[in-house]
Structures are given as structure tokens and as C-alpha cells.
């Protein structure tokens, strides 16, 4: 028969794998499983974003690189030159383009891939000009990498011009693919830190559990209130007995109050 060494052993490697399985199904190592949005919109110097007609986008995300070689990792999103639904680069100094990028329907802390510096409407126009292209550049910061101020990711964004509107209709955003591992592997650990903590107490800071929580005892008491002269006993909770619904006020319509279905 098997030790108890030899058992535990076993168990140990077999929840290694577990550990390891789990690991390779959320890192999805070759985005086989990659989807997200990004979003762009137009702001004011203040950072208030503008209401109007072609002032913000939403649109999805694509990869576009190979998923387990590509270097840079190539991600992109384009748009229709829609009538009514666009994001525009108005020359305008006292407004700016910012956009972001995450994984997944809904964007937050930990399904961010990166957000722009927002870039002056004003310098993008001047950029296309000087290098007569229809495309400029912005620079994207991904949060969740260790010195991400200094390590900025491109992103190129295509316009053209539609009765004198300058429309954004493609965006690509590149990332080196070291960059995009180390992004995978930070948000692994939150999902480990998260799956480890949930099995300690209730206490804050990960500290062990706080006072047990006392349950007050369960109430009898039951009332009722007379429809029209008759007593019909209520649950403490409001729920109808006997057809109609008791009350714990003591209120009376026409009748007596009464206890239990009886007159006081």
C-alpha cells in the first residue's frame, strides 16, 4: 500500500498540473482566443469629452499578426466613412484625440491593454502635412508594465477626408512581443492573487477573519390585520394567508386587530 508520503505526493502533482493547465488556458500563448474594442474620442483641453455629432467611436478589435510569432504583436480596428457615426480630427488647437484598447466586451483595471496620450487635433493635421500622408502617430501607454511611462507603444491612425471632415477609419496598434507576454503573465498574477485570497477569513489586508457575525434569533411573532371585520392571520414577512395580506402594524380596516386569528 501506498504511504501516507507517497499520497501526498501524488496529490501534489497533480494539482501542479492543474496549476500549470490553468496557467496555459488563461495565457492563451498564441491568441487563439483574442478579442476586444477600442475606443477613440475627441476632448477638450479641460479632458472633458465632446458630446456632438463624430466626436467618439467604438469599434472591435482584430489580430492581425501572427498570434504565436508575430513581432510586433499588430493589433487593428477599422471604420466605415459613416454619415452619422464616425470619430473626426477637427484642426483645432484646443482639442485632443484619445483612445483605448482592452480585451474582452468591457474594459477595466485589469482587461486594459493601453490608453493614448492624448494627442492635440491640431499637431496630428500638422504631421500629416509635413510627411504628406494621411496617417499620424500616438503614443500608448500600457499600465500594467513595469516602467510603462518609458516604454510607450505606437499607435497608427488612417484618415480621409469626406466633405471636408477629416475621418479616422483604421487604426493599428503595435506591440513588441516581449512587451505583450510580460502584459499576459502581470494580469496572471492578479488572477492567482485573487484565486489564492479567496479562501482566507473576512478580514482586511489578507489578515485572518474578523468577529464571527452574531444571527439574531428567528422572530415568531405573527399579527394580523381584519379586512372588513374578519381576522386573517399575516406572516411577519407580509406574505397573504388565508387569502389576503396581513400586517405587523397593527392597522385595522373596519375591524379589530387581532393575534393569531383571534380578538384581542
Known amino acids: 500500500m501506498a504511504t501516507e508520503a507517497e499520497k501526498e505526493k501524488k496529490a501534489e502533482e497533480k494539482e501542479k498540473k492543474a496549476e500549470e493547465k490553468a496557467k496555459k488556458k488563461f495565457l492563451d500563448e498564441e491568441d487563439e482566443n483574442f478579442c476586444g474594442f477600442m475606443s477613440l474620442m475627441i476632448i477638450d483641453s479641460d479632458g472633458y469629452a465632446k458630446k456632438t455629432k463624430g466626436m467618439d467611436i467604438k469599434g472591435p ?145 489578507g489578515g485572518g477573519g474578523g468577529a464571527p457575525i452574531r444571527k439574531a434569533p428567528p422572530v415568531a411573532v405573527c399579527c394580523a390585520a381584519t379586512l372588513g371585520g374578519a381576522g386573517i392571520a399575516g406572516g411577519i414577512d407580509g406574505n397573504p394567508r388565508g387569502g389576503a395580506i396581513g400586517a405587523c402594524t397593527g392597522d385595522t380596516k373596519g375591524g379589530g386587530t387581532t393575534l393569531g386569528g383571534a380578538p384581542r
Open 61 to 205: 478589435l482584430y489580430m492581425t499578426s501572427d498570434g504565436a510569432k508575430g513581432d510586433p504583436v499588430v493589433l487593428e480596428s477599422e471604420f466605415s466613412l459613416n454619415p452619422l457615426f464616425y470619430v473626426q480630427v477637427p484642426n483645432e488647437d484646443n482639442l485632443l484625440l484619445m483612445g483605448s484598447w482592452w480585451i474582452g466586451e468591457k474594459p477595466s483595471t485589469l482587461t486594459t491593454i493601453g490608453s493614448a496620450i492624448p494627442k492635440s487635433c491640431q499637431i496630428a493635421h500638422r504631421d500629416m502635412e509635413k510627411a504628406s500622408s494621411s496617417d499620424f502617430s500616438m503614443d500608448i501607454e500600457m499600465p500594467l508594465l513595469k516602467g510603462a511611462p518609458s516604454r510607450l507603444v505606437k499607435a497608427t491612425v488612417t484618415t480621409k477626408e469626406q466633405k471636408f471632415i477629416t475621418k479616422v477609419v483604421k487604426v493599428k496598434l503595435e506591440i513588441p512581443r516581449a512587451s505583450w507576454t510580460e502584459w499576459k503573465l502581470h494580469r496572471y498574477r492578479f488572477f492567482r492573487f485573487s484565486k489564492d485570497q479567496s479562501g482566507g477569513g473576512g478580514g482586511g489586508g
